[in-house]
C-alpha cells in the first residue's frame, strides 16, 4: 500500500507562485514515475505533469509547460510541483499519483496511475 499526502495549497492572485509537494508513505515508490494532475468543477482530472523514477524525464500538458515545474527528491520521493506566473484557469484540485506497476518509465495515462492523493485546493482570482 502506498499513501500520499499533497500540501501548499491556497488561494492567490493571477501571477503569484505556489509550491505544492506530495509526501509518500508506505511501501517504497523509489522506481516509479510520478504525477500532479488537477480537476475543476465540472470537468474531468486531467494531466498536469509526469515525471520518471529519478525525475530526469518529465513531460508537461501545453496548458503549464514554461510555467510549471515538476521535480522529484530522490532521498524521499517527496514530488514537487512549482507553479509561476498562475492564471485564474488553473483553478482546481491538484492531485498527485503514482504509477507502483512501472518501473523506471513514463506513465501519461490516468488509468495507470493507482495511487492518488487526496487533492489540494488551488484558487487563482483575478
Known amino acids: 500500500q502506498v499513501q500520499l499526502h499533497e500540501s501548499g495549497g491556497g488561494s492567490v492572485q493571477a501571477g503569484d507562485s505556489l509550491r505544492l509537494a506530495c509526501v509518500p508513505s508506505?511501501?517504497?515508490?523509489?522506481?516509479?514515475?510520478m504525477a500532479w494532475f488537477r480537476q475543476a468543477p465540472g470537468k474531468e482530472r486531467d494531466l498536469v505533469a509526469t515525471t520518471n523514477w529519478n525525475g530526469g524525464a518529465t513531460y508537461y500538458s501545453e496548458s503549464v509547460e514554461g510555467r510549471f515545474t515538476i521535480s522529484r527528491d530522490s532521498a524521499t520521493n517527496t514530488l514537487y510541483l512549482q507553479m509561476n506566473s498562475l492564471k485564474p484557469e488553473d483553478t482546481a484540485v491538484y492531485y498527485c499519483?503514482?504509477?507502483?506497476?512501472?518501473?523506471?518509465?513514463?506513465?501519461?495515462?490516468?488509468?495507470?496511475?493507482?495511487?492518488w492523493g487526496q487533492g489540494t485546493q488551488v484558487t487563482v482570482s483575478a
Open positions: 499519483a503514482v504509477d507502483t506497476r512501472t518501473n523506471y518509465g513514463m506513465t501519461y495515462v490516468t488509468p495507470e496511475f493507482d495511487y
Open positions: 508506505g511501501r517504497t515508490i523509489a522506481l516509479n514515475p
